[in-house]
């Protein structure tokens, strides 16, 4: 610490680099040259009586903690140095920064500002912000949405078809799934795997009747028929079916990292569990109130602990279970939740809506975001729609199914599928916070 001392009650005293290698290079050199150090070479260095003096206590300083020997001495030389290195560079960091611009500091800032925003992004999206149009209006009755590769898909209940669209919105094609033996096929819930494999909900559970039915015994308009997943590729070719005999009204559907298919069944207000082979493993939950019982639930997601997150719309509140299907815990909501979609760092995104919305002066149709400790963070979307609005002026109508990617331009974006006829049928949010925040 001694040489660093000196080098820099040097500077502090104003003697010039010169001077400074003349003292370190020939009156450092070894003890000899400081012990016989004279005035006459510090004279001969233009110096202030004052000056000398305090070079001549920093120097003794020097010499007492040089009394190991030669190897201590050839350390505190290139201390000495190294010190001196170090107070230049940053001497000459710091003349930079007097020298730069003041708006090029300004620049720098936000920049760097810009830098952490953007690494801690779809962790605070900005609230209340208006939602704006995804693509397209090419959607019938969208219900949920999950991507693939820079693939979006989108199933439409009404159409029975799914719309493949690229980060633009753009649709790139679609396919159907029909199936005329037991009635129009309505696509609802989507989830996709590693390598590509769709896994679609049907969610049509009353047999159709065409009008030139003449078959001496037609089915009754009542009649029910057991519902399915359908598992396909990108291109729509069906590769399995699964649930047929356990299934009654399928809606939401995710897969776990433990290779098991998570379905959720509105009617019988429970979770079916599927092996990826599709053999039927157990059912959790039944109908009811109490925790681990459901009324009219609807979609779920599968957070990084491979905990299930599900949306029971008619309890209003979230609840969680483990991997095994054991109750952990519940989380209330105000609201009939909807969609359910989790991000990288575990926070939840919920849709919301106001049951009979008519009968209130304000409702809600939006996007709520709870942290991963289920806290609510807050709404992402503009709330407090007033009863007076005219449906076609509304952001969100009839949220429902939602994922989180990145669009066109790279940027983090929260995509809602809009189930109405007036809407358009896919929206988006920005997750990236503001610089502002």
């Known amino acids: 610490m001694e ?141 949920d949405v999950a991507t693939f590769g820079d693939e979006i898909f989108v199933t439409n209940k009404r159409s029975g078809c799914v719309n493949v669209i690229n980060r633009s919105g753009e649709k790139l094609r679609s396919f159907e799934l029909k199936e005329t033996e037991i009635g129009d096929f309505h696509a609802f819930g989507i989830a996709i795997s590693n390598t590509g494999l769709l896994y679609i909900t049907d969610n049509n559970h009353k047999i159709i009747i065409e009008k030139d039915d003449k078959s001496e015994d037609p089915p009754s308009a009542g009649n029910r028929r057991n519902t399915e997943v359908f598992v396909c590729d990108t291109d729509g070719r069906v590769r399995q079916r699964i649930g047929k005999e356990v299934l009654k009204k399928p809606t939401g559907i995710a897969l776990t990292r433990n290779d098991e298919i998570v379905v959720v069944d509105y009617e019988q207000c429970c979770i079916c569990i599927f092996g990826i082979d599709g053999k039927f493993k ?48 519940s989380v209330p909501v105000q609201h009939l939740v909807r969609g359910v979609v989790v991000d990288s760092a575990d926070n939840i995104f919920i849709s919301v809506i106001d049951d009979k919305p008519r009968e209130k ?39 429902r199914g939602m994922c989180i990617t990145k669009d066109s331009s790279g940027e983090d974006i929260l995509i809602v599928t809009n189930d109405s006829e007036i809407g358009i049928g896919l929206r988006k949010y920005k997750l990236t916070p503001s610089i502002t925040q």
């Not at 010039?16 to 400081?34: M, N, P, R, S, Y």
């Not at 779920?300 to 979230?318: H, T, Y």
């Not at 709870?370 to 009839?398: F, M, P, Q, T």
Request: with cysteine.
């Open 361 to 399: 002066e304000y409702y809600k149709h939006a996007i709520m975001m709870y942290n991963a400790n289920e806290v609510l963070y807050g709404e992402i979307s503009a709330d407090n729609l007033k009863r007076s609005c005219k449906d076609e002026d509304l952001d969100l109508i009839r949220p």
């Open 3 to 143: 040489n660093k001392t000196l080098h820099k009650h040097m500077i502090d005293e104003g003697v010039t680099e010169e001077t400074i290698d003349v003292l370190i290079d020939e009156e450092l050199g070894t003890l000899a040259k400081i012990k016989n150090a004279t005035d006459e070479l510090l004279k001969n260095c233009k110096l202030k009586a004052g000056q000398i003096v305090s070079i001549r206590s920093a120097i003794k300083n020097v010499e007492q903690s040089s009394k190991g020997g030669s190897t201590k001495e050839e350390n505190l030389k290139e201390q000495a140095a190294e010190a001196k290195r170090g107070t230049l560079q940053s001497h000459s960091k710091k003349r930079k920064q007097e020298e730069q611009p003041k708006d090029e500091v300004e620049k720098q800032q936000t920049s760097e500002k810009r830098a952490k925003v953007a690494s801690n992004s779809i962790q605070t999206p900005p609230l209340h912000q208006p939602s704006s149009v995804f693509g397209e209006p090419i959607h019938d009755h969208a219900h």
């Open 282 to 329: 157990r059912k959790v939950g039944s109908q009811g109130r109490g925790y681990g019982q459901f009324r009219r639930p609807y979609f779920v997601a599968i957070n990084s602990k491979d905990e299930w997150i599900v949306g029971d719309s008619g309890n209003r509140r979230l609840q969680i279970f483990d991997g095994s299907g054991t109750f952990l815990r």
